[in-house]
């Protein structure tokens, strides 16, 4: 899985954030992002076969852009693991994350990932939920 710095993945720039003339943090600038066209299917197919990964994949799916922090998601899971598995979502190409202030926001980046693997992420966002007694 090759990272590319996030000002190759396009001839355009990214939009920029409110703060993006400030400095940017320690924290920034160690963001890497891994355009989806980079990934192999294992690694996507991996990124998306944990549950909680599905279900940030299903949340930021239903609100806008860049209005969900790390930290707005209801997840059973510590602190340590949530960063970890954020981290798995932006390494596979799934999310994208910038830093606004203290809050790390979240894009899914659905178009770009539509196109590297057509139909993957319908599968996962109209998942059916298995009944009781069923596997």
Do not use: Y
Not at 8 to 15: D, G, H, R
Not at 24 to 31: H, P, V
Not at 46 to 68: C, F, H, N, Q, Y
Not at 112 to 131: C, Y
């Amino acid at each position: 899985m090759n990272v590319r710095p996030e000002s190759n993945t396009s001839s355009t720039p990214p939009p920029r954030a409110p703060d993006e003339g400030r400095a940017q943090s320690q924290r920034a600038r160690n963001l890497s992002h891994v355009h989806p066209a980079d990934v192999t299917l294992s690694d996507a197919l991996t990124a998306l076969a944990d549950p909680v990964r599905r279900t940030i994949v299903k949340e930021l799916a239903g609100g806008p852009d860049w209005t969900r922090a790390c930290g707005t998601f209801d997840l059973p899971v510590t602190k340590a693991t949530r960063s970890h598995h954020f981290a798995v979502l932006r390494q596979a190409g799934v999310i994208e994350q910038r830093d606004v202030g203290s809050r790390r926001l979240n894009r899914l980046r659905r178009p770009e990932f539509d196109a590297a693997f057509p139909g993957l992420l319908d599968l996962v966002l109209h998942e059916r939920r298995a009944s009781p007694g069923e596997s």
